[in-house]
Structures are given as C-alpha cells and as structure tokens.
C-alpha cells in the first residue's frame, strides 16, 4: 500500500526500514540547498537530517525511499496523523467555498466554535467566550496576557520555571529558557518565576519523600508576604505538563493548590493547552485530569487535527473587557482550518480516539518503564500520548545531553522519528499521533529501548 493511499483512515501497513545513509543523496541535496537559503534558526532538520516526500498516518516517506514512524507529528499538531482522509476531504470542500474570512461569522467558523465549547467540562461550557488570535499558540499565549492585564489593570504576571509559552517577544519573557532569551534586550517586564513540580530535579532540593508540594508553597509566600517583591499580579500562566521542559507532569496536589490560591487572591489563571490541548493527555484537555476549572485556555497545536493553523483562546466572560480591536490579526479567519478541525472533533468522538489515547498512554508506559533500570535512565514519565525518557549520567546525576543526541540518531536510523527536550536537551520525547495504533507503539518503543541501550553502553 502506498504511503499516499487516500483510503488509509488511521496507520497503514508498511514497517519503517532504512536502507541509505542518513541523509542520503536526494535528501543532502535538499538539505545543502536549505543551509544556504534559510535561516540559522531552522532546526528539526539539523538533528534529523531528512527531505520529506510524503506521509500517511504514523509513517513518512523521505526522497531516498526511506520510510519512519513518525511520533514528533509536526511537534504535536497532527492530532490524527499525516493526510487523515476525512480531514483531507472537509478541508478539500472548503477551499472551493471560502478560505479566508477576518473574523466575519461563517458556517465553517460557527461549526469550529460549537464544536470546542461542546468539548468543555459542562460546568464551562455556559460561561466561556471564545477569541480567534493569530496563527500561533504564542500569539494566543500574548493575547490571553492582554486579555488578563485589561482586564485586571494590573501589570505583573507569574509564570513557572521550566516553562514554554513561545518565542516572540512576550511569550518568550514567559518562558523559562534563558538561553533563548540572553540575545534579546529589553524583554518584556514585570515576569516572576515560580518553582514547578519537577519531583525528578526538585527545585527547591528537598529531600525525597518530604515535598508536600513546597513549590506552590513557595508561590503562596510570596503572593501572600507584603515584603515578597511580587505585586498581585495580573495573571498566573502554567502549564499542566510541561511539553519543552521535558514532558513533566504538574502534581495534582500543586496544580490544586495554585488553582484554590489564584482564586482566593482574584488572579486570573491561565492554563497553556498549546501542546496538551485536544486530547493528547486522554482528556480534551490537560486540566480536566486535575479537577480544576481555569479563567483562560489556551489551545492551538492540535486545533485543526491535521496541521492547519489555528489558535484560539476561551475565557472567563467577566474577563471579556476588550474594545472592538483589542486583540487582531489577519489569518485570525483560517476557513480550512475551521472545516478540519470541527471533522476532527467529530472523528475523535465517533472512534473513540480519547479512549485509544488512554490505552496506548497505558502500553507505552508498561514498555518503556523496564528502561528504568538502565543507570542512564532517570526517569521514564508522562500521561497520554505524551510520553519522555530523561537521561542522566549515572556519575554525577547531570544531564546527559550528548547521550540523548546520540539516542535521537540511533532511533533514527532504526526508522524512527523523536525530539529532544527538558534541561540541557536530555529528555527523549514522543508526540505520537492519537490514533496510533497498539502494533505501531509497540515497534516504536522497542526502536527507543534498543537505541537507549545500545548508546548508554558506548556512554558508559
């Protein structure tokens, strides 16, 4: 069956195999042509040194002929993989009606927003407004901040080490990347870090066993302490799991803790759903998990179901302050995007794709926690489909980013596809689609162990 087989509604048969070097000559060419054209910023092509061809499902095809399981999934955003055909054909449909719409009220656009608000907790659904922002998970990231610093007339905002939240200029300041950040002058102000749960590296350097989740207890000092030098600010932004930081998942006790502090001080929460948003953690989104109510969601990633950009975020109605404006931007209207992602949502309830990511969240975790007693190995963690496999040298417990590099190219050599994240690039991630199939996890998590093991022997 061919990668490109327009009947295939979820993974398709073939197995990946590699048979050139990496890269090879069709895919170098290509890749030379890139170095010389783009810019120093590009990325996944520097560690993963292939041209694509084509994609269907979990699989790509590169120019040489070589075929992988891909599970970075264009960083999360092919919520059902690569050229699902129902997908496909609702946005084929639209195109030949209207692609682009500002934000003029229309039956793809109407469609789209019914179909988010209906995948809200009930207790939201009533009493959550919807806003269309740019393209882009930080666009939304900048407008929910405006949105709470209107709305408040206060002008800090707390964020979380280890944090992602973008990379243009004020979604960066939220971030917790300084690397990123170090070439950049004036950065946005009035940004306070706040420790996260992060119980394999504990911030705060407690002893094991005797957390009680401190680092919301931390946050609580200081919002509380007249001499803390934190303002109440306008917003807390956190993120349920941590995507870029290394696919850590908040501790319940803590997400629980900030949200009953948020509330009884009046600060708006904002929950980042960019990368968990969607069903990737096996509910629509993160929170839920956590029995916790947030005043604003941000999504985007996942939105479409097949990499259409979109972004968008849901609020609090007694947040809604802004004047006519407030918050613009051009491609806010993606009509293809607005017909894919309500098929999508369609999709994901008619096959019970939440359920298949609970199941294969369950699978993956009983094949890649034996991993743990490799002494290279610190922690194996996740939740959903959104899984890493934190590297550390056994020696002095500091992370083991060359090893992790080495992983990434072992996998992909094998004929899998994964990224790199957390401290120092040391967590193996994976961001399969939601639909994976159990056969497809299974060889893409033996790929992973064989390639762990075989470098940490070379490490060691």
């Excluded at 957390?211 to 807390?236: F, H, I, K, W």
């Amino acid at each position: 069956m061919s990668l490109a087989d327009p009947s295939a509604t979820t993974d398709i048969s073939p197995r990946p195999f590699v048979e050139s070097d990496l890269p090879g000559p069709r895919s170098a060419e290509l890749l030379a042509r890139q170095a010389v054209r783009e810019s120093n910023a590009r990325t996944y092509p520097r560690r993963l040194p292939i041209a694509i061809a084509e994609a269907s499902g979990s699989f790509l095809r590169d120019l040489d002929g070589n075929v992988f399981i891909d599970f970075l999934t264009g960083a999360g955003v092919l919520t059902l993989g690569h050229n699902h055909p129902e997908l496909v054909r609702a946005a084929t449909a639209q195109l030949t009606r209207l692609t682009h719409g500002l934000d003029f009220p229309t039956p793809a656009k109407d469609a789209f927003t019914e179909a988010q608000l209906a995948m809200l907790p009930a207790g939201l659904r009533d009493r959550m407004k919807i806003h269309f922002c740019g393209p882009t998970g930080g666009d939304a990231v900048d407008a929910a901040v405006k949105l709470c610093k209107t709305a408040t007339g206060r002008g800090d905002v707390v964020a979380f080490q280890g944090g992602f939240h973008g990379s243009g200029h004020a979604a960066m300041a939220l971030t917790g990347l300084v690397r990123q950040k170090q070439p950049v002058a004036n950065g946005v102000p009035g940004v306070h870090f706040s420790p996260y749960s992060y119980c394999a590296r504990c911030p705060l350097d407690l002893l094991p066993g005797t957390c009680d989740t401190n680092c919301a207890g931390q946050l609580e000092r200081s919002l509380r302490d007249g001499n803390g030098g934190v303002p109440l600010p306008a917003a807390v932004i956190l993120e349920l799991v941590q995507g870029e930081g290394g696919v850590i998942p908040a501790r319940r006790s803590f997400a629980r803790r900030i949200r009953a502090l948020t509330r009884e001080l009046d600060i708006p929460l904002i929950v980042d759903e960019v990368q968990t948003g969607c069903g990737r953690t096996g509910t629509w989104f993160a929170f839920e998990r956590y029995d916790i109510e947030p005043d604003v969601i941000v999504a985007s990633k996942g939105l479409s179901g097949m990499g259409l950009p979109v972004a968008i975020i849901m609020y609090d109605r007694r947040l809604d302050v802004w004047a006519p404006g407030a918050h613009i931007g051009t491609f806010r209207g993606n009509q293809l995007a607005f017909a894919a992602g309500a098929e999508a949502v369609r999709v994901i309830r008619r096959d019970d794709v939440l359920g298949n990511v609970r199941r294969r969240g369950e699978q993956i975790a009983e094949l890649l926690t034996p991993l743990t007693a490799n002494p290279w190995v610190k922690e194996v963690r996740g939740v959903g489909l959104m899984w890493g496999v934190e590297l550390a040298d056994p020696r002095d417990g500091g992370p083991a980013t060359e090893l992790a590099h080495r992983v990434q190219g072992a996998a992909l050599r094998r004929g899998l596809i994964v990224e790199l994240g957390g401290r120092a690039d040391c967590v193996v991630r994976i961001l399969p689609p939601l639909n994976v199939t159990a056969e497809v996890v299974a060889a893409a998590c033996a790929i992973i162990a064989e390639a762990v093991n075989a470098c940490s022997l070379v490490a060691a």
